[in-house]
């Protein structure tokens, strides 16, 4: 069994900051692409930043200069800085991973999904 486990997620003023963590668990052997994902209502699903094992990371657009996405090899965990957090950032953030499993297989995964708001 593995899991991807979200926190950091809540109400925010225009301007302010959040950051994101999300931990894998389970039986790991290796992760290669973590990355964040983000669905606002009535919009499709869009992938945010991502990040590969040995460092490289890819962002959307939107969030070029605002967003760091960085992780800690160590203890299989994803984090998700924001900074200058407009209202449209507002949506629910997904942590996804290609992970390996013992003996089993490369499967990939979701959480469960954080909201962040942006709202004075």
């Known amino acids: 069994q593995v899991q991807l486990v979200e926190s950091g997620g809540g109400l925010v003023q225009p301007g302010g900051s959040l950051r994101l963590s999300c931990a894998a668990s389970?039986?790991?052997?290796?992760?290669?692409?973590m990355g964040w994902y983000r669905q606002a209502p009535g919009k499709e699903r869009e992938l945010v930043a991502a990040?590969?094992?040995?460092?490289?990371?890819n962002y959307a657009d939107s969030v070029k200069g605002r967003f760091t996405i960085s992780r800690d090899n160590s203890k299989n965990t994803v984090y998700l800085q924001m900074n200058s957090l407009k209202p449209e950032d507002t949506a629910v953030y997904y942590c996804?991973?290609?992970?390996?499993?013992?003996?089993?297989?490369?499967?990939?995964?979701w959480g469960q999904g954080t909201q962040v708001t942006v709202s004075s």
């Open positions: 389970g039986s790991i052997f290796s992760i290669d692409f």
């Open positions: 996804n991973a290609d992970i390996t499993r013992f003996s089993v297989g490369h499967f990939n995964y």
């Open positions: 990040i590969t094992s040995g460092g490289s990371t």
